[in-house]
């Protein structure tokens, strides 16, 4: 079987690791893995391929950055002469990035079978650029690996069948699991006793000057209580710069590598971000974690786990911190299925699902 996995953007990285590490233990299984270099950072790029042990990529297409328009049109010219000279049996997508739906689109029109790791999360705001790459992706698969139940429901509603989806837990807590050790083991030096960790870059929050602002104002208020600790997007540096937001209080870092970042989380007395993985990992640790968005496409790490989504509302920030700092935060459980073993149970699935080798060996 002939495995050709995309990815593109940071959070992709820890999705494919697992995947790729267990089907590489499977006979007959040859792989390939394509970089579309749509984030090229080496922090937001080279260090994760390098912590996580992934291979260095077989092909990068360097598309860089662009509008949505241009970056997804540009993947998907680059990606089509490789795949109709490489002719895989089946191609693994991640996530919801531009990178994601790019190559679902170039594999539906070549007739090349595509499987969608992180399938059937639904946020239901089609204004989100993810929610749109998620909903066009998910009916172009023919495999769908969902995370958790709720991802079934969504599909199965949107008149998937049944037989193409398969529930096999959270990819991301594989790698979470894996490198918890190191993380354990990483020294940060100066950090303080408490403090909150904060990520921010979602273009709804950081695009527009206003919108940063009062985020930022809301920041300012929590480094009153607790030291904040922001290591910060390129994105979000680019415009804290270009509309002067800069404050001496809020500390902006450089992104982290993954173990680094893993190690802030486990430490950190709460985490305040619009990531979709990060609520996610603080669920799994059971670190309170406050979402500043007004809707998640991960609704379990608020039924089982300590997420909470406080919008852009100050003063739900400062109530949900105070419970934080006082110990009364919310109490999470960690789901079904995110038990480091959703890579393996994926390469069974393909394992029954995909043609025998065509004389091809593992590598
Ligand atoms: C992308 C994903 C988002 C994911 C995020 C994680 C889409 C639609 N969005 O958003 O879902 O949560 O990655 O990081 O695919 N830039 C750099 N260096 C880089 C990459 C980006 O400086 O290595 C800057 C560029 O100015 C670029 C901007 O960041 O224009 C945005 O990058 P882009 O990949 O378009 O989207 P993200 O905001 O990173």
Redesign the pocket.
């Known amino acids: 079987m002939r495995v050709l996995h995309v990815v593109?953007?940071?959070?992709n990285f820890m999705k494919v690791a697992p995947v790729l590490r267990a089907l590489a233990g499977r006979p007959d299984v040859v792989q390939t893995l394509i970089h579309t270099g749509?984030?090229?950072?080496v922090n937001?790029?080279d260090v994760f391929f390098e912590q996580l042990g992934i291979p260095a990529p077989d092909v990068n297409l360097a598309v860089g950055?662009?509008s949505?328009g241009r970056?997804t049109a540009e993947i998907m010219t680059r990606l089509e002469p490789v795949l109709l000279e490489s002719r895989p049996d089946v191609v693994l997508v991640y996530?919801?990035?531009?990178?994601?739906v790019a190559t679902a689109l170039v594999c539906a029109k070549l007739g090349i079978r595509v499987g969608h790791v992180e399938a059937g999360l639904r946020s239901f705001d089609r204004t989100m650029?993810?929610e749109v790459?998620r909903l066009v992706t998910d009916q172009l698969a023919d495999l769908l690996f969902t995370p958790s139940e709720d991802g079934d429901e969504n599909l199965r509603r949107e008149g998937i069948e049944g037989s193409k989806i398969f529930c096999v837990g959270n990819v991301m807590i594989d790698s979470l699991l894996r490198l918890l050790p190191a993380a354990r083991n990483v020294k940060h030096d100066g950090l303080p006793e408490r403090f909150a960790l904060v990520t921010l870059?979602?273009?709804a929050n950081v695009d527009d000057c206003l919108t940063l602002r009062g985020i930022l104002d809301s920041l300012l208020q929590v480094s009153r209580e607790l030291a904040v600790v922001f290591p910060a997007?390129?994105?979000t540096r680019?415009r804290i710069a270009e509309f002067g937001l800069g404050s001496e209080q809020l500390i902006l870092r450089e992104p982290l590598p993954y173990i680094e970042f893993l190690a802030l989380q486990m430490r950190a007395s709460v985490v305040i971000t619009d990531?979709?993985?990060i609520q996610e990992e603080t669920t799994y640790l059971r670190v309170p974690c406050l979402t500043v968005r007004e809707n998640t496409e991960r609704p379990i790490t608020i039924s089982v786990g300590t997420n909470v989504l406080v919008g852009r509302d100050r003063n739900k920030i400062a109530a949900e911190l105070a419970k934080a700092l006082n110990g009364r935060a919310k109490q999470g459980t960690i789901p079904p299925l995110w038990d480091g073993k959703a890579g393996e149970r994926i390469a069974d699935v393909l394992g029954a699902a995909m043609p025998r080798s065509r004389g091809f060996h593992a590598a």
Request: hydrophobic fraction near 10%; aromatic fraction near 4%.
């Open positions: 593109g953007a940071r959070p749509q984030h090229y950072d937001m790029s950055s662009g949505h970056q996530g919801d990035v531009n990178s994601t650029p993810e790459n870059h979602r273009p997007h390129p994105r680019q990531s979709g993985g």
